[in-house]
Nanobody, 124 residues
Framework: QVQLLESGGGLVQAGGSLRLSCATSGRTFSSYTMGWFRQAPGKEREFVAA????????VYADSVKGRFAISRDNAKNTVYLQMNSLKPEDTAIYYC?????????????????WGQGTQVTVSS
């Protein structure tokens, strides 16, 4: 069992930055692919970014490419999402998720474990 706990959300002005963290329990964190997803009010959950077990590979949604960066520290059992040049349309609840395989990264239903989410609000 893997438990995930996000933190770092908040209110920021457009153009600002935030760094989200996702701390995980369990001794097998380093074997998991980690992903970030988000869900805005009235919209479906969407993929944001994913990182492979050793951090060697990353994938981003087109909407955040060049502005967001996903990273991980396996010694700390933590994955991060650095968000720069934030826009009002980035406002959402952000969730981290974990899965074993490096496959179908954009499919949220293929992830095995989820955090409770952290709210990010970007004002214009």
């Amino acid at each position: 069992q893997v438990q995930l706990l996000e933190s770092g959300g908040g209110l920021v002005q457009a153009g600002g930055s935030l760094r989200l963290s996702c701390a995980t329990s369990g001794r097998t964190f380093s074997s998991y692919t980690m992903g970030w997803f988000r869900q805005a009010p009235g919209k479906e959950r969407e993929f944001v970014a994913a990182i492979s077990w050793n951090g060697g590979s990353t994938v981003y949604a087109d909407s955040v490419k060049g502005r967001f960066a996903i990273s991980r520290d396996n010694a700390k059992n933590t994955v991060y999402l650095q968000m720069n040049s934030l826009k009002p349309e980035d406002t959402a609840i952000y969730y981290c998720a974990a899965r074993r395989a490096w496959l179908n990264l954009r499919r949220g239903n293929d992830y095995d474990y989820w955090g409770q989410g952290t709210q990010v609000t970007v004002s214009s």
